[in-house]
């Protein structure tokens, strides 16, 4: 009887597990499909021939990942780095870096702020922080343009209080584009901190001081460590849009800034190279795996060690 009850408990436990899957394969389907099928047809147009305006070939090449590493010139065939693309990469790469240390900067002591408010306000700084996000982003990019000109808000008050006798060009240059993305993407930043510092029993902090630890200790020996979760978190959520952004270096950077995105853009409009912007946005994916897990694991070792 022991043995039938037994039985009878793992079939029903069986059951409801199946009942679970079943009942959420649609989502999963939806989910699998909206996720790996976009993805699957960009690597399978990486390796599809150019047609003559947009669009592929259904013939098998390799030219487009080879247009990524290499370029072939026109006159007599030589081949070489493709130094532009690598350029842009790497602008991209940096870029997106110090846009994620420049957020990590200004957004800890914001979360921070929040975090050690009273309860009842604490809402309303969120509140204020996610007051950005009811703007389209373009919105926004064309708000910094306004304010970052030559003609603008800062260049005139500059020049209204004699500290500069001509404008700045800050404008479609780098200075812009990690302005414009920093402004964009620091509540990425904050809204996972505070996730963290809301939790960090702040009585930690107190016993730290009681054993006469400077502020820069307790930070960095208590908080810090406590809170690298969402510190990875807000890093992750930066650190890949800014990566492949496409509208603020298109409005702030010109011409002059071009970044991945604005690379893969122009392949897949005014060069009509499918294959090549397949390919370069396949590379794009690989190269954010590469630097999420590089960051995330040498991230758990140094937490391992703080803990320690």
């Known amino acids: 009887m022991a043995i039938d009850a037994r039985q009878i408990g793992e079939e029903r436990q069986r059951k409801e597990i199946r009942d679970r899957w079943l009942l959420s394969a649609p ?5 699998v499909a909206a ?26 090449s390799t030219e487009g990942w080879f247009n990524v590493f290499l370029s072939r010139d026109i006159f007599d ?16 790469v940096k870029l997106a870096f110090i846009t994620t240390l420049l957020c990590l900067i200004f957004g800890f002591p914001t979360a921070y702020f929040i975090a050690t408010r009273t309860p009842h306000t604490r809402s309303l700084w969120l509140f204020l922080v996610t007051i950005p996000f009811w703007t ?9 343009q306004e304010a ?3 003609e603008g808000i800062v260049n005139t008050v500059l020049m209204t209080l004699g500290l500069i006798s001509t404008p700045i060009q800050m404008l479609f240059t780098d200075f812009a584009v990690l302005l414009g993305m920093t402004y964009v993407f620091l509540p ?3 809204l996972p901190l505070y996730a963290s510092l ?26 810090v460590p406590m809170v690298r979760p969402g510190i990875v978190a807000g890093s992750i959520l930066v650190f890949v849009p800014a990566l492949s952004s496409y509208v603020i270096p298109r409005v702030l950077g010109g011409g002059k800034a071009l970044m991945i995105g604005n690379l893969i853009e122009l392949q897949f409009g005014q060069g009509r190279n499918w294959p090549l912007g397949a390919a370069l946005s396949v590379a794009l994916v690989v190269v954010v795996l590469f630097v999420l897990l590089f960051y995330v694991r040498n ?10």
Request: glycine share 12%; no cysteine.
């Open 27 to 31: 989502a999963l389907f939806l989910i």
């Open 35 to 60: 996720s790996v099928g976009p993805l699957a047809i960009v690597v399978l147009y990486s390796f599809l021939a150019p047609g003559n305006y947009g669009d592929v070939k259904w013939a098998f």
């Open 77 to 92: 065939g030589t081949v070489s780095l493709a130094d532009a693309h690598f350029s842009i990469i790497w602008r991209s």
């Open 136 to 144: 389209n982003m373009l919105i926004r990019a064309f708000a910094i």
């Open 148 to 150: 970052i000109r030559s």
């Open 188 to 190: 990425l930043m904050v």
């Open 198 to 223: 809301e939790k960090l029993d702040f009585r930690l902090v107190e016993a730290g001081y009681d054993l006469y630890a400077s502020r820069f200790g307790v930070l960095t020996r208590i908080v």
């Open 299 to 308: 991230t758990g070792k140094s937490g391992g060690g703080a803990h320690g």
